[in-house]
């Protein structure tokens, strides 16, 4: 798998003043291009001279200190220089509207590169947290290709509660995919424990049945935790975990925390295994019992692909839900569609268009298969 890479940074919509930061120095040349026109094109008796007390405050509110101050400089220069040639000055009155505006719009510059600077600071903060939780897998990691993607309904963010990875085991590539319950950094706190859990608990245990019984463990502890913390609601995660045992190429092993069944994509078509009904992490004591341990058959040449509910749930501007099923159906046939790289990458695409860049739940995919010809990769 490929280092994780979101697609919204490529698709999803970003505001204006981010995408185009590097020509916002065009709004305010424009302005005073524009006031200069006019000036120039009315009457005697229209004097339109004291609007360039736009062009320093348009810069400020787009641009560096440094470009609104030259766009402040141009103005109170551009005003007696109208005035001497056009002469429809309306008086110095004017003329100190245009400075009063130059000179405000100094700091009011330095005040928003501050602020700025800040957001990018916690921006990069957020892409480290996101770099612990959903972490980058080598490429043929533990035998299998396998593929991701993150898209954050919160394009500032970048992190939310959903979370997945891929493990080199003793046991076979084992692999997980999980939404918990609610947002913010209680849930980022709570995916970044049981992804931890997960890489320790998955390592060492043989049996999956173990490997759950340690995230619902670990998930009981971060909530007393959370209490403690004063926290006023536990949180809860479902999640589907597949195993890839090396005794057994042609099954998988599959633990459903009452998660959306998974997807599995190969030449005869698309089938999504049944979820059973199994518990949320964290609520086996209201269930009965953790999950079972289910063996299934898996297609040398056949492809499990799992989703958050930040797919499923994805709607457009009249409300209709994506179509998964619909489209991994179109899919089957298309040569290449399988490859994880590409499956996660047409279906991630497809939730963008579909939501126009407005997701209003994260969004997390994970594709993976056997891959006999890549390397193991070494243990951890």
Not at 32 to 38: D, F, M, N, R, S
Not at 178 to 201: H, I, M, N, W, Y
Not at 249 to 274: A, C, K, M, T
């Amino acid at each position: 798998m490929r280092s994780v890479r979101s697609v919204e940074t490529q698709q999803q919509r970003m505001p204006a003043l981010i995408r185009y930061s590097h020509r916002a120095w065009l709004v305010p040349a424009v302005l005073l291009v524009a006031v200069i026109g006019v000036d120039a094109a009315t009457p005697h008796s229209f004097a339109s001279a004291s609007w360039l007390v736009m062009v320093p405050v348009a810069a400020a509110a787009l641009c560096g200190p440094w470009v609104t101050a030259l766009f402040a400089c141009l103005s109170i220069a551009a005003y007696p220089a109208l005035d001497g040639i056009w002469a429809k000055s309306q008086g110095i009155e004017d003329f100190l509207l245009v400075l009063a505006g130059a000179v405000l719009a100094a700091p009011l510059s330095i005040f928003r590169a501050q602020a700025a600077a800040y957001v990018r600071h916690l921006r990069g903060t957020a892409e480290t947290t996101r770099e612990v939780v959903l972490r980058p897998v080598p490429p043929g990691w533990g035998g299998v290709d396998s593929a991701a993607r993150y898209l954050a309904a919160d394009v500032e963010a970048r992190v939310g509660g959903d979370f997945y990875d891929v493990l080199a085991t003793p046991y076979g590539a084992r692999v997980i995919l999980g939404d918990v319950q609610g947002k913010g950094l209680p849930a980022v706190s709570t995916a970044a424990a049981l992804v931890g859990c997960f890489r320790e608990a998955a390592f060492h245990e043989e049996d999956l049945a173990t490997v759950a019984s340690w995230l619902e463990e670990r998930l009981h502890r971060q909530n007393l935790l959370s209490v403690r913390l004063g926290a006023e609601d536990e949180r809860f995660a479902t999640a589907v975990i597949i195993c890839f045992p090396t005794d057994a190429p042609e099954e998988v092993e599959l633990v459903n925390f009452g998660h959306e069944g998974p997807h599995v994509l190969g030449p005869d078509g698309v089938r999504q295994v049944p979820s059973d009904g199994g518990a949320p992490i964290g609520l086996a004591h209201l269930a009965g019992g953790l999950p079972e341990v289910r063996r299934l058959r898996l297609g040398a040449d056949e492809t499990i692909l799992i989703v958050s509910d930040g797919v499923t749930e994805a709607r457009d501007r009249q409300g209709a839900f994506f179509a998964l099923r619909a489209h991994l159906d179109r899919l089957v046939g298309v040569r290449g569609a399988t490859i994880p790289e590409h499956l996660v990458d047409e279906i991630a695409a497809a939730v963008v268009r579909h939501t126009g860049g407005r997701l209003r739940d994260d969004t997390a995919l994970l594709a993976v298969r056997r891959f006999p010809g890549a390397p193991p990769g070494r243990l951890r």
